[in-house]
């Protein structure tokens, strides 16, 4: 019998079809009861594919004595304990490289629909109204000056992509960079310093709400956050007071702490662009995704190196 794998999560279905042609897939996310599921299967489960989002919870996998595997399908490993990975000789691997343009892309993409509010013209066409002064004017995104909390890949694709807009850039990261752009030793300074406060840093506990009512108040009633990386950067309760007060302009948010619920009071704000976490949802970068997803997987079970090892 093939190798028995468990799906945690919704995947898109070429790679679903893939992983039924050669594993014997139990999609975790359906079960009814998912207890007596484990209490029956548990010994024979070998893998576990799951999004960056998700990852494996640690009572999972503790429930797991057979586990060899866990293929994530995404960059992100925050929500896999990977010191408990290695301890257990159980193997990570996740998809880097091939979604750090998509991201980009779509930072960009929520930058210049929040500073020029492309979701409220929208709106605005839409309802059957044209703009005749009952439509704010928006900000310029050109020649302002940008923050990158996090300057690994995607933080510097998002600024080549910030080149071209004239923009005046600057980092605060973790571990210095090579790099013309200027670093700032902190994050608050950074968001003192910035027009646009781009989040592009991985979760981690340090990580965990650094985005917090100070940083805010640095960013200021002329600033405007953006979020691309992982919801749990941001004190998400701070940013709706800072944005219900109008202790800062604006935000654009890919990611929630708590997805998918996203809280209400974020509904009723006019100037904050929401997305589904999708940064990396499009049919090029989802297949590539799966191509490594099942790379790392087929080098796995035949005993060969894995193309993107993260233990
Ligand atoms: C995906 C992500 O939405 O790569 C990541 O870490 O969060 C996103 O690309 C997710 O992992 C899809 O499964």
Not at 85 to 99: F, M, Q
Not at 176 to 183: C, G, I, K, L, S
Not at 279 to 300: C, F, G, I, K, P
């Amino acid at each position: 019998m093939s190798p028995e794998v468990l799906q945690l999560c919704p995947l898109m279905p070429a790679l679903e079809k893939a992983l039924a042609e050669r594993f014997t897939v139990h999609r975790f996310f359906e079960l009814a009861d998912a207890d007596a599921f484990l209490a029956e299967n548990a010994s024979r489960l070998r893998g576990v594919v799951t999004g960056g989002h998700i990852g494996i919870p640690a009572e999972l996998a503790a429930r797991l004595p057979a586990l060899e595997i866990v293929a994530i399908n995404g960059v992100g490993f925050d929500k896999v304990d990977l010191a408990e990975a290695k301890r257990r000789g159980v193997r990570v691997s996740n998809t880097p490289d091939v979604l750090t343009e998509d991201v980009a892309d779509l930072a960009i993409g929520l930058i210049v629909s929040v500073l020029r509010q492309i979701p409220l013209g929208d709106a605005h066409v839409r309802a059957g109204r044209w703009p005749s002064g009952d439509l704010a004017l928006g900000s310029k995104v050109s020649r302002r000056r940008y923050g990158i909390f996090g300057f690994g890949r995607i933080g510097q694709a998002i600024a080549r992509r910030l080149e071209g807009f004239g923009a005046e850039l600057a980092y605060a990261s973790r571990s210095p960079v090579e790099t013309p752009v200027r670093a700032v030793g902190s994050l608050i300074e950074l968001a003192a310093w910035s027009d646009v406060l781009v989040i592009a840093a991985s979760a981690s506990p340090e990580t965990r709400n650094v985005v917090d009512a100070g940083v805010l108040d640095a960013l200021g009633p002329h600033g405007v956050l953006v979020n691309v990386a992982r919801g749990s950067l941001v004190d998400e309760a701070a940013l709706l007071d800072a944005l219900e007060a109008g202790r800062i302009a604006g935000a654009a948010l890919d990611v929630f702490a708590d997805e998918p619920h996203v809280p209400e009071r974020f509904f009723s704000l006019h100037n904050v662009v929401l997305t589904p976490h999708m940064a990396s949802a499009t049919h090029e970068t989802r297949q590539a995704m799966a191509d490594l997803v099942l790379a790392n997987l087929d080098a796995h079970f035949a005993g060969r190196e894995m193309p993107t090892p993260l233990v």
